[in-house]
């Protein structure tokens, strides 16, 4: 079992780029969720995704941040126009779902995608 | 809202001492989980340990340890026989019961000496 996997594991981009980021859940895994962890600081929920559904977005900035996780394929989280603020580093979690298993309520992480923006 | 607070944002310990991180959290509600995570330079976010808020039983994973304090919405980590692979960021997390959401503090830097 290969866990939560996140690619790129760094990226750097010049502002005004896009970035996208890239996450693969476990397998048997069908929710995805998305969390920003900026400098010296602790993870901070982005969104929440079930297959080709968005469940709950109420973390994501309102403008340039979009997310999807498409029935085939893995999750992508797309930045578009990066501004230096959005130098983070940002990972991916996914969980079972089903609350009937005994590890729906624990979030498996991946090892994050560290956006450098110069 | 919600809201996950650790009031220490360094913490050290001497190799096979004993160590407690502190987390108190803020909730209206009466079903929910707690979590200690570790993220160690790599950044990797390993689950340390889980405490469902119905059980009153602390948690226990080998040398790890929870003290649960629901009334006072305070749940710490007891490190015990502390190991310099022990040293990592610590994060408090909460989840309410019926969603996926995790909240997390802002951590505790662990510094172990040999």
């Known amino acids: 079992n290969a866990g939560v996997m996140q690619n790129p594991r760094h990226l750097v981009r010049r502002r005004g780029q896009e970035a996208r980021l890239r996450c693969s859940p476990m397998?048997?895994?069908?929710?995805v969720y998305w969390y920003r962890q900026l400098p010296e600081e602790g993870l901070k929920f982005m969104v929440y995704l079930q297959k080709e559904n968005i469940i709950d977005e109420s973390g994501m900035p309102k403008e340039r941040f979009s997310a999807e996780f498409p029935k085939e394929g893995p999750s992508i989280l797309r930045i578009q126009q990066v501004v230096r603020g959005d130098s983070a580093a940002y990972f991916c979690?996914?969980?079972?779902?089903?609350?009937?298993?005994?590890?729906?309520?624990?979030?498996?992480f991946g090892a994050g995608s560290r956006l450098t923006v110069l | 809202a919600q809201t996950v607070t650790q009031s220490q944002p360094e913490m050290s310990v001497q190799e096979a001492e004993t160590v407690t991180l502190s987390c108190t959290y803020d909730?209206?509600?009466?079903?929910?989980?707690l979590f200690w995570y570790k993220q160690p330079p790599s950044r990797q976010m390993i689950l340390v340990i889980r405490q469902e808020a119905y059980k009153q039983q602390n948690a226990t994973e080998n040398r790890f340890s929870v003290n649960f304090q629901k009334a006072a919405k305070s749940f710490s980590l007891k490190i015990s026989d502390s190991q310099l692979g022990d040293a990592a960021m610590y994060f408090c997390?909460?989840?309410?019961?019926?969603?996926?959401?995790?909240?997390f503090g802002t951590g505790t830097r662990l510094q172990v000496f040999p």
């Open positions: 979690a996914s969980s079972p779902g089903d609350r009937r298993s005994s590890g729906a309520n624990v979030l498996t």
């Open positions: 397998k048997g895994h069908s929710h």
């Open positions: 997390a909460y989840r309410l019961y019926n969603t996926d959401k995790l909240i």
């Open positions: 909730t209206s509600e009466s079903d929910y989980y």
